[in-house]
Nanobody, 115 residues
Framework: HVQLVESGGDSVQAGGSLRLSCALS????????LGWFRQRPGKEREGVAA????????YYADSVKGRFTISQDNAKNTVYLQMTSLKSEDTALYYC?????????WGQGTQVTVS
């Protein structure tokens, strides 16, 4: 049973930084993709950043390139999203997700509010 628990969401001022964490547990060692998504008020859920273990490369949405960084600590079974230069439009519920070939397992989300 795979579980993901996000943390680190907070209310910050524009221009500030936050680091989100996603702790993974369960049958996760074979997961091929790790990602962060967000749902902004009144919007569809969208992809923010992802890592695919097959090519060990990070992918970012255009709106966050240069400001957000996804990383993982295999020893801690944790995925991070470092967010800098935050903007009001980054306000959203942020989710992490993982899976074998697609994002099948999801966490409950952590709220980020930028004012």
């Amino acid at each position: 049973h795979v579980q993901l628990v996000e943390s680190g969401g907070d209310s910050v001022q524009a221009g500030g930084s936050l680091r989100l964490s996603c702790a993974l547990s369960g049958y996760t060692y074979s997961m091929q993709c790790l990602g962060w998504f967000r749902q902004r008020p009144g919007k569809e859920r969208e992809g923010v950043a992802a890592i695919y273990t097959g090519d060990d490369k990070a992918y970012y949405a255009d709106s966050v390139k240069g400001r957000f960084t996804i990383s993982q600590d295999n020893a801690k079974n944790t995925v991070y999203l470092q967010m800098t230069s935050l903007k009001s439009e980054d306000t959203a519920l942020y989710y992490c997700a993982t899976g074998l070939s697609d994002f099948f397992y999801w966490g409950q989300g952590t709220q980020v509010t930028v004012s």
